[in-house]
């Protein structure tokens, strides 16, 4: 029975580390819009969920080359791009996981018919067991992710085959909408350069028409009607600026709660099976120490107690994760905030534990108001990210709530650096960010303005840098 105990044991701890590691996985992703950065966090993500020494990202190019794209460790910034590439036909193991589109795993390279190509880079690493993943999109192949163990060989499992394999799918889809992001960005880019030229010159043409106006007085009401025309016409091209702004704004957030919604709910159904499993056996071992003689150590009610903690616990971050990424666009569900927020915090705390005390002081009545659960995830998640952020050492997040009047106040104050008077006003502005590069793309308090608009709500933040934050929020507790 002890050994019983210590592979349950083992197993929920396993569970616990998997999933953990997938979490941190999704929020390094959501956090970056950098095709190559997203490469690099899958490579050493994945490494670290198979606990493999070392892992290597092959993009392919134009079906026949492949680019080493990202590497665990990560790749010598001075690496010439030559010794980067390299032809699809000299690595035919790459070549059969794109065919097969499944893993392909190579159990001991002393005894497997290598190629020359790959047989040098096994060589040059000490590599002794391989497993390739394909990354297959919606659309086309993206490449091949390979881990593998240095010097000694391993034996993977039917589950870690399976998770890698569930896992990398779904990162696929990731890694292929942050390659249509980036192309739309670009696409964005040359029309802001189109549409400035074409400003700069509508400016020139303005100004040579009013200089030609001070020359030639007698025909002043032909120029100024010129002039008007230019007006029009540089309106016209801002407003058009304007409307893809909001479009595109529209898009990245639903192309992202996708990508996280596919991803969550997928982890989730992979989690829940081994969890049942677990559950069953802590049921089989309570009633069998319930029904026995009782002549049993005192340790096993203790032990016992751990488990279910431990399920629990598990089990409430795969509820957390479903209720984050639920799919829904009515504004009629019934919402209850705390419940909300708590979810919110239990999906960050990683990023804030032993560092940041967050003080909750919820109102006895409650916090319903109607409204889409999935969105105001995103509102908080978002509000509670720039709150962890702003706090670079030690600090408090300090939550509350009150009821009356027909509404619902939270107040969220944290003890963070704060921000600057100038940037106060348009910190709900989309693209504005007074983030380091790669670290915000400056839509995540937009987004959360537009979603609590559409609650009917109010977002007032009140700031002073070296002060903190506090940020207060309302909500109609009847629909409007």
């Known amino acids: 029975m002890e050994k019983v105990w210590e592979l349950l044991e083992t197993e929920s701890l396993r569970y ?8 941190n996985l999704s929020q390094s992703i959501i956090s970056t819009l950098d095709y190559q950065e997203v490469l690099q966090i899958i490579s050493d993500g994945m ?4 606990d493999i020494e070392t892992a290597a990202m092959y993009t392919l190019e134009e079906d026949d080359s492949l680019l080493l794209s990202a590497t665990t460790p990560p790749l010598d910034p001075g690496m010439p791009d030559s010794l980067r590439r390299a032809d699809l036909k000299d690595h035919p193991h790459i070549g059969e996981c794109l065919r097969r589109g499944s893993p392909v795993l190579v159990s001991d390279t002393t005894r497997e018919d290598l190629s020359p190509a790959e047989r040098n880079v096994v060589e040059m690493r000490l ?4 497993l390739y993943y394909p990354f297959q999109g919606k659309q086309q192949s993206l490449g091949v992710l390979i881990l593998g163990t240095c010097n000694k060989a391993k034996e993977f499992t039917d589950h870690e085959v399976e998770l890698g394999s569930t896992v990398a799918n779904h990162l696929a889809l990731a890694l292929e909408n942050v390659s249509l992001h980036n192309d739309l960005m670009r696409h964005k880019e040359n029309l802001e350069l189109l549409v400035e030229e074409r400003t700069r010159e509508l400016e020139t043409a303005n100004e040579e028409l009013v ?3 001070e020359e030639l007085h007698a025909i002043n009401e032909d120029l100024s009607a010129k002039n008007v025309l230019v007006q029009d016409q540089k309106k016209e091209l801002e407003e058009a600026l304007e409307h893809l702004k909001t479009m595109h704004l529209k898009l990245f957030q639903s192309e992202k709660m996708a990508s996280l919604g596919i991803l969550t709910a997928g982890v989730a159904h992979e989690i829940n099976n081994p969890l049942n499993f677990i559950m069953g056996a802590y049921k089989g071992l309570e009633d069998y120490f319930s029904s026995g003689p009782g002549n049993y150590p005192e340790e ?6 751990s488990l279910k903690a431990g399920i629990d616990r598990a089990s409430g971050i795969v509820s957390s994760l479903n209720q984050f990424s ?3 666009e009515t504004f009629e569900e019934e919402c209850d905030l705390h419940s909300i927020m708590d979810n919110c915090l239990l999906m960050l705390h990683n990023r804030y534990k032993n560092r940041i005390e967050v003080h909750k002081e919820y109102g006895p009545e409650g916090a319903l108001v109607p409204g889409n659960v999935g969105k105001l995830h995103q509102v908080f998640t978002n509000l509670f990210t720039n709150a962890i952020q702003a706090i670079e050492e030690k600090g ?3 939550i509350t709530t009150r009821t009356g009047a027909g509404e619902v106040v939270v107040s969220i104050r944290d003890s ?3 921000i600057k008077r100038e940037h106060l006003s348009r910190v709900t502005d989309p693209f504005f960010t007074t983030k380091a590069p790669r670290e915000g793309t400056g839509l995540g308090l937009s987004i959360s303005y537009q979603i609590i608009t559409q609650h009917n709500g109010q977002l007032d933040i009140e700031s002073e840098e070296g002060k903190g934050t506090l940020v207060l929020l309302s909500f109609p507790t009847e629909k409007g």
């Open 396 to 398: 408090t997040i300090r």
């Open 16 to 23: 616990t580390r998997e999933l953990g590691v997938i979490m």
């Open 416 to 418: 963070g650096g704060g």
């Open 211 to 213: 200089g030609m106006n």
């Open 326 to 328: 639920r799919d829904s």
């Open 47 to 50: 490494s670290e969920l198979m």
């Open 300 to 305: 096993v009610t203790l032990f016992l107690h």
């Open 127 to 130: 590599l002794r067991s391989l």
